[in-house]
């Protein structure tokens, strides 16, 4: 059983995915694919057993045993945010199906629905992207940049997540990737952003202090913003979301 | 607080969401704009209070009851899935600024991120749709097909969400959907779908029992699927999706 955690903290998981926990002999948690808040002691007083972290160095191996256990008994893996948006869980899903081994998914809040709260229409998102971390890609790569582009072109806001990498336990921060979108411009030069395009800023969702921010890039990037945290690039703006927006 | 009670029942409310409507004076809730199948009954006795079903003839002004309340005292408001996503629930927050009432988002379980279950993964995803009832509009709209085309001419898979009529309380069901999705074909014909392309149908998705067909549209046209449901229009495939796809 995939048992999504949600947004923010232990507090965000859902009655289903507690009972879920608690009816299984074994948990185990990945905090590793994206950023989680809360409290591996509380969580674990909630469910009343012993949560055992998965290794960050080698989560394969981790799974393999993970699997062997599943065969026989009933096991848990928490993760943050709804269980599938890492690629990394539906292969776990995936290696499970090929061994015959049951699964079940407990779906949780995720960035992907929660950003609405910034009085976008879900339904005028294009493609996400992901802006990557400068230390794993050696030249920038250029389908991020076309990527919002063609969201552009069509009208489209774009959702962008920063980067993770598991392995190093780097997470890309607000300022870094402000800084890596504009460089991506002057690099690529189309005209996707300037530095006074307005912009979102969407910081702790999900906490008792969601921050979001409506501003030229210019401005943006002499801010702090805590992590997690994504940045939204707007298209077109219909008048109700305009109205939302300068409401922030 | 606008609440999130998520995906399917009354177990898929967080914590945090249970947490706010108890610490509230009133609780309502709106459960018109999608397909909820929790008891209230039950949801009141975890949260021990009377929980005030809204009126679906006239939101608008059961909202301005609401939000001449709030200027007084805590009231939550119950909604499905992640509450932003109906943008009826934005223009509520957007009131309440107006007024200077204080709000809160609660985040929940949504089928924007849930349809990752598919396997399909979401940073593959164009923008969303939604099949209109056909009730609704006298000639089908051809931007939802063009949307379909052009998230498809970018690799993109394409959501569609089934449409809801508040106040005449109509659900679009899969079928229906499927037909409008063929007969949309033959009015725009951009060779978009044909009735063997292969497709996706998630039903149920965050129950005890999703069900998850991935099968040609006539086979589909000939099964029943309970709602709520989805259909999703996949793009190009990535080698781990078909493996994904193939394993259902």
Redesign the interface.
């Known amino acids: 059983v995939l048992i ?1 955690l ?2 923010f903290d ?7 995915g ?2 879920e926990a608690k009816n299984s002999s074994k948990v185990y948690a990945e905090v590793y694919t994206s950023i989680w808040k809360g409290s591996f002691k509380k969580l674990e007083k ?1 469910v009343g057993k012993k949560i055992s972290l998965l290794e960050r160095k080698d989560l394969e191996e981790e799974f393999e045993k993970i699997l062997e256990e599943a065969k026989e008994e009933k096991i848990a893996v928490f993760v943050p ?5 890492a ?1 990394t869980h ?2 776990l ?2 290696e499970a ?2 061994r015959g081994v049951g699964t079940k ?1 407990i ?4 960035i ?3 950003i ?2 910034c ?1 976008l ?10 802006i990557p971390l400068p230390e794993k890609t050696k030249i920038l790569p250029q389908s991020v940049y076309d990527g919002i582009k ?1 969201n552009l072109g ?1 009208g ?1 806001h774009t959702l962008c997540l920063l980067d993770v990498d598991v392995e190093s336990k780097k997470f890309l921060e607000v300022n870094e990737a402000l800084g890596i979108l504009m460089e991506m411009e002057n690099i690529f030069n189309k005209k996707v952003v300037s530095l006074s395009t307005k912009i979102l800023v969407l910081s702790e ?2 906490s008792d202090k ?1 921050k979001i921010v409506y501003d030229k890039i210019e401005n943006l990037l002499k801010q702090e913003f805590n992590l997690p945290a994504v940045i939204i690039i707007p298209g077109e703006l219909h008048f ?1 979301e305009k ?2 927006l300068n ?1 922030i």
């Open positions: 999504g949600g947004l232990e507090k965000d998981i859902s009655l289903k507690l009972e909630m945010g709804d269980p599938l948006i690629t539906s292969s899903i995936l199906r090929k998914i779906h949780s809040s995720s992907i629905s929660a609405a709260e009085g229409h879900i339904y005028k998102f294009g493609k996400i992207l992901t063609e069509r489209l969702i999900g969601p109700t109205e939302f409401s």
